[in-house]
């Protein structure tokens, strides 16, 4: 695959490690999707603007430690000015660069730092190292996320490679999380983009540590097109599950970082009346503060799992519904009883937790992850800017 990266110490992390990178790759068809929430930040409202008119991108710059986000039009300039030093130095326009920030609101870039920093990363350009380039883009991530599979098609072989950063402000639509997923397959634009959208559904947008959703959201999926392997209607699907591997793994690492957690959580909700209904069900599990503490205290307290659906009022009939926590039926129409002594040790014992619920309602199916929410968290966050 051929992309060449380069990473700098610019001295925007107070940690004064890694904090640009800069990823070169032959103009690239790609897909994304960004944060809804209102508040985006400068370099994602840039980016919706690259992705609403260039048909290829050539480069990626990344800064860590600051998310350049509510920083109005001085943060926009910004923003432009990161991809115009990057277009300088290889020669391209600047609409061939997306630029994407992370780290602490409210707070203008040091361009002078960040200037010197991406001048510094290209003059030192190298192989895709997936390691350090996940740690380039890391704020207060505990471990460094990076991911990479093979397929196979008519005997020939492609590579799919993911970085990822993210722990705390995760929540649909996406988390405070950027994504960057590569391949060497050669696709056109409009497959690629229904690709990544469908993707980021069952992954980016199914996961969630606090409920809080960032400014700063963005999944990327590259197709650089140097192999021999061409994906069209006959092995899409194929396909798309190689990129779902990459990113379902790349979420699951977010939500085990979550700050402070213990525990990853998978909610399997079955038999609903639709996905969009399942996939609500298992948002309302996962968001329920009540839940999640109560799996950081290692307590089967399943009141708090069905009274968190029950919020949604959308007319379940609980006298139907089963519930288990690992192969615990906990509840089944009515409390059940069950060996609560082994329940609590299954949670104790357990680094990854399963939540199956039943609807009983149609054949609809989603899969949600969260984590607990402990001490650690609450100590992180309310000292993020001191």
Known sequence: MNIKMGVAKAGIKPSGDYDILVLKFPP???????????????????????????????????????????????????????AEVVAEEFGIEREEVMVFSTGIIGVQLPMDKVEAGIRRAISEMGEFDLELASRAISTTDAFYKYYQTIGIVDGKTFQVKGIAKGAGMIHPNMATMLAYIFTDVKIDKPLLEKTTKLVADRTFNSISVDGCESTNDSFIVVATGDSDVVIDNTNRVYFAKKVYEIAL?????????????????????????????????????????????????????????????????????FSKVKLYIGDFLIYSGAPVDYDRKKAIEYLKNSHEVRIDLYLSRGESQWTFYTCDLGYKYVEINAKYTT
């Open 28 to 82: 690239s068809v790609y897909g994304a999707v960004f944060t809804q929430n209102s508040l985006a930040a400068a370099p994602v409202i840039y980016d919706r603007l690259v992705f609403n008119i260039q048909e290829k991108i050539s480069a990626i710059v990344v800064n860590s430690g600051n998310a350049n986000a509510a920083t109005g039009d001085e943060g926009f300039r910004n923003a432009q000015r990161m």
């Open 249 to 317: 793994e790349l979420a699951k690492m977010i939500v085990k970082d979550g700050e402070g957690a213990t525990k990853l959580i998978e909610i399997n909700v079955y038999d609903a009346q639709s996905k969009e209904e399942a996939k609500a069900v298992g948002e309302a599990i996962a968001r329920s503060n009540l839940f999640k503490t109560a799996m950081f205290g290692n307590d089967p307290n399943w009141g708090r799992i069905l009274s968190s659906v029950g919020q949604l009022h959308i007319g379940i009939d």
